[in-house]
């Protein structure tokens, strides 16, 4: 197996640098999240007012932050002679361009969910891809790591990832198929950007001195790293979806640091999964366990969709320290060993095992994907309905009527479509008061019943994900009237 990239020589410098970077990044904490939370407020209150969403916010949020992050990444990667202040400003700088170009497609309505999933997927993909090739231009010595079975870092990796994605098996529930699969790509990809970010060059800045100071490597690497992750989750998901996102994945950058360490140790030149799997099943635990559309402000008060999302976070974080913290002491000592690689595929398993278990009895195994109401252009005609003697009879008369011609409307028009729904195992149900059909199926199902003839419009039928527990009913604070005495004239 060939050796780990030696560590990096920094040179002298003073510590202005040191100084530099430390006020860059207290100064990126607040300029990235005050505008997430700012931004998903101000759309809220929009919204609710009948005003629409605002398609200029998060277009305009993503540049404010880019300007004003960027600026100071840029000349702490240009200015300093020091490598470990330049590689600070480089990440930075990387992070906060991806996380800008994937926010913008948070244009796409939140009914179209699926569309914004597959953007965000092919967008970290592209930005993954470029910042690898950038890497092996810069430091062409250094390549990815080989081998057909994970090592133990890998394993190790992957079982952190299945922590911090328990709570959200437990507390959240799936969307569709179709949704459930481009969350999953989605986070993928963006475990691949993080991964490219933090990759080997990034952390040979901070392996200084001979033997390398492993603390070193976990407490600085790791707290810059975490800025840089906190950049990603700020672009990562639909508004109100990304807010989960900047507390969970941030302390992945003390996971990774630790995961490096003992993948330096064990001679693994790549280590892209000490970063790739963490920051991936973190972010797919709000991507794919939380529909955007119900994380709203009218339901702050209860017990509803934000209080459970606000718990899974609350509980991802924790896991998230406790891991960054567990993993430093047993990995980053100076005379930690690497756990076998039996060991760590126990732990995998593990995890692997409790996750199914969370989602199998506490939580809410299946999918629960919106539904299509699909109106038909044929509507019963009503006009001419004999008007009949007067009072009961003359009433029940006049609804039988009615309710014929909209049951033999129904009937007639949707008899073939209702067939074909059938065959596609898509359970239709049928509405005739409307004459519409309801239907299983995504944006494909959708563009092929737009295109029938005998269809006037396919809306959303949106379908609540389930709740670990009922909300409380909602009660008023007002006493009730007093009770009116005596008659009125």
């Not at 300029?31 to 700012?38: E, F, M, R, T, Y």
């Not at 948070?106 to 953007?119: I, K």
């Not at 593990?350 to 199914?356: Q, R």
């Amino acid at each position: 197996m060939p050796p780990p990239p030696p560590a990096v020589e920094n040179r002298p410098s003073g510590p202005w640098p040191v100084v530099a970077a430390v006020l860059a990044g207290l100064w990126t904490v607040p300029v990235v999240v005050l505008p997430q939370v700012a931004g998903w407020l101000v759309e809220q209150i929009v919204a609710n007012q009948g005003g629409g969403r605002p398609l200029w916010l998060w277009p305009v949020v993503a540049l404010v932050t880019v300007l004003l992050v960027g600026l100071p990444a840029l000349l702490l990667a240009l200015l300093p002679r020091s490598v470990a202040v330049r590689a600070t400003g480089r990440v930075w700088l990387g992070a906060v361009l991806t996380s800008g170009a994937l926010a913008v497609w948070r244009l796409l309505p939140l009914v179209h969910h699926e569309a914004y999933l597959a953007a965000l997927a092919g967008t970290a993909a592209l930005g993954a891809l470029v910042l690898t090739r950038l890497a092996r231009r810069r430091t062409p010595g250094v390549a990815p790591a080989g081998g057909r079975r994970p090592g133990p870092v890998t394993l190790l990796a992957v079982a952190a990832g299945l922590a911090l994605l328990l709570p959200w098996l437990g507390l959240g529930a799936l969307g569709g198929l179709l949704e459930t699969v481009l969350a999953g790509l989605a986070a993928a990809a963006v475990g691949a950007l993080a991964a490219a970010l933090l990759d080997a060059g990034f952390w040979a800045a901070f392996t200084v001195g001979e033997p390398p100071r492993p603390a070193r490597l976990v407490l600085i690497g790791g707290l810059v790293a975490g800025v840089a992750l906190l950049l990603v989750a700020a672009g990562t998901g639909q508004s109100g979806v990304q807010l989960p996102a900047l507390l969970t994945v941030p302390p992945a950058g003390f996971l990774a640091a630790a995961l490096h360490v003992a993948s330096r140790r064990a001679g693994d030149r790549g280590g892209r999964a000490a970063v790739g799997w963490p920051v991936g099943l973190a972010v797919l635990g709000p991507l794919a366990f939380t529909d955007p559309e119900e994380i709203s402000l009218p339901l702050l008060t209860g017990r509803d969709v934000p209080w459970w999302t606000a718990v899974a976070t609350a509980a991802g974080l924790g896991a998230a320290l406790l891991l960054a913290v567990g993993y430093g002491v047993l990995l980053a000592r100076r005379r930690a060993g690497v756990p076998s690689r039996r060991v760590a595929a126990t732990a995998a398993l593990v995890l692997l095992a409790a996750a199914v278990l969370v989602d199998v009895v506490p939580g809410h195994p299946g999918l629960y994907g919106e539904r299509l109401l699909v109106v038909l252009r044929a509507q019963a005609d009503l006009s001419g309905v004999p008007a009949g003697a007067p009072g009961r009879a003359g009433r029940d008369a006049r609804a039988a009527e009615v309710y014929r011609r909209l049951v033999e409307t129904a009937d007639r028009s949707q008899a073939d479509l209702r067939r074909q729904l059938t065959r596609l195992h898509l359970n239709p149900t049928p509405y005739y008061l409307v004459n519409a059909i309801e239907v299983d199926g995504g944006p494909g199902v959708r563009a092929w019943l737009s295109s029938r003839p005998e269809v006037s419009r396919v809306l959303v039928s949106q379908r609540l994900r389930p709740l670990p527990a009922p909300a409380p009913p909602a009660r008023g604070d007002r006493p009730a009237p007093p009770a009116r005495s005596g008659t009125s004239g």
